[in-house]
């Protein structure tokens, strides 16, 4: 009987210190475990205030202050897209007028390059002017050299192919005239031996290439002998030294009264086309085409007519060339 009371009593006892005993869950969370050690602390809560009171900044967790966020992370993926679409909209305005300076560039070379093509042929048809003149001038110097024995008052034969005096017209009143011309030089011998002597040193000139010097000794000609047999040489070669000069409206005076007063000369097809490049290198196309192709009509045969030929063709060539540069470039 003593046993069992002895066992009951322990029993009890035990029961007792268990229910004083704390109960812990083991399956709490992690944040119990501080409160748990503060209560059983009270000296500790004193220590964190005191703290608190001496930095109150960064007393709190860093994952409790919001960060702040920059340009690019503040926008969501449709405000970025948004942005993207406003900027490239304000792109097309400048890609327009990139597009219209791209073309325009384009336009320029276009005539740029029409305008040197066309200088070339003009340098090209100058060049061969020169090479005629001077293969003109060595013909007429033998011509002049083998005449030089002649009395200066004797005239030259007008039919010489080699002579450097103009064919004379044949019709009757260009005879009489003429003829007249002749005879009142005739019986005073020293206005054409004068002429004679001025024209030849104007050829001189022209001969060795002093163009500015033979230009201004066959204008003195003209002006001091209208009527000499030469004048129609000095109008001729005028045209031509005006034309190497770069001055053809000069020029264009020039082969126009040369055509006009000598219709019948030889040279007439020749000075037509020289005019005609003189209308070209002054700008105006259109009457220098014109001009190519009265030659073709008047004078088929003529090596004029196929030079002008050929210049007509170039110069149409040129013209749509240059009225059509965004095509050749393409």
Do not use: W
Not at 82 to 106: G, S, W
Not at 119 to 136: F, G, H, M, P, S
Not at 292 to 298: D, G, L, N, P, V
């Amino acid at each position: 009987m003593v046993k069992i009371s002895l066992c009951c009593a322990s029993l009890l006892v035990s029961s007792l210190a268990y229910a004083l005993a704390p109960v812990v869950d083991a399956y709490d969370d992690d944040e119990d475990a501080p409160a748990t050690t503060t209560s059983s602390n009270p000296a500790s809560p004193a220590h964190e205030s005191s703290n608190s009171t001496s930095s109150p900044v960064t007393s709190p967790a860093p994952s409790s202050v919001p960060s702040i966020p920059s340009n690019s992370a503040s926008f969501s993926l449709e405000q970025r897209v948004t942005i993207l679409e406003r900027q490239i909209a304000n792109l097309n305005p400048l890609l327009v007028q990139v597009d219209d300076l791209q073309q325009q560039l384009q336009n320029l070379q276009g005539k740029l390059e029409s305008q040197q093509h066309a200088v070339k042929v003009l340098e090209e048809q100058v060049r061969n002017q020169y090479l005629a003149i001077d293969k003109r001038f060595g013909q007429r110097t033998n011509n002049n050299t083998a005449n030089s024995a002649k009395p200066a008052n004797v005239p030259m034969n007008a039919n010489s192919a080699m002579s450097p005096r103009p064919l004379v017209d044949l019709s009757s009143s260009t005879k009489k005239e003429d003829s007249n011309n002749r005879k009142s030089m005739l019986p005073n011998s020293a206005p054409t031996a004068a002429a004679e002597r001025a024209y030849q040193a104007a050829f001189q000139l022209l001969k060795t290439k002093q163009y500015n010097e033979a230009i201004a000794a066959f204008e003195a000609f003209n002006k001091k002998f209208p009527n000499d047999l030469n004048v129609a040489n000095a109008d001729y070669f005028l045209g031509q030294l005006y034309l190497l000069q770069g001055q053809a409206d000069l020029a264009i005076n020039f082969f126009k009264r040369f055509i006009t007063r000598y219709s019948q000369d030889a040279r007439v097809p020749d000075a037509m086309l020289q005019c005609g490049l003189a209308y070209f290198a002054k700008g105006d196309k259109k009457m220098a085409m014109e001009l190519f192709e009265k030659i073709i009509q008047q004078y088929p045969d003529s090596k004029a007519a196929q030079a002008a030929q050929a210049r007509l063709q170039q110069f149409k060539a040129m013209i749509s060339a240059a009225a059509n540069p965004a095509k050749n470039k393409v």
